[in-house]
């Protein structure tokens, strides 16, 4: 099993900036990818980045250039940098370990 705590969600305007992190902690194997995703009210959760336990990342089309992903494995956690928030970013964010656990989720709400 393994338990993943998200944070660092929140209100904030158009073209500022969050830094979201999500903690794992219990069966942590390796290799491994660790992986944030969103939710918008009547949306489908979509995949917004993610990271290999090597450093291997991936953007959804729609963040590039804007969020950054990254880890620390010794912390075994993940974070996502977002920058030049838009208002279309606003979600519940989740993140995600091995396509198999979720964290709770943390809202994050971009003001126009």
């Known amino acids: 099993q393994v338990q993943l705590v998200e944070s660092g969600g929140g209100l904030v305007q158009a073209g500022g900036s969050l830094r979201l992190s999500c903690v794992a902690s219990?069966?942590?194997?390796?290799?491994?990818?660790m992986g944030w995703y969103r939710q918008a009210p009547g949306k489908q959760r979509e995949l917004v980045a993610s990271?290999?336990?090597?450093?291997?990342?991936y953007y959804a089309d729609f963040v590039k250039g804007r969020f950054t992903i990254s880890r620390d494995n010794d912390k075994n956690t993940c974070y996502l940098q977002m920058n030049s928030l838009k208002p279309e970013d606003t979600a519940v964010y989740y993140c995600?370990?091995?396509?198999?656990?979720w964290g709770q989720g943390t809202q994050v709400t971009v003001s126009a």
């Open positions: 990271i290999t336990s090597i450093g291997g990342t």
């Open positions: 995600n370990f091995r396509y198999q656990y």
């Open positions: 219990g069966s942590i194997v390796r290799p491994n990818v």
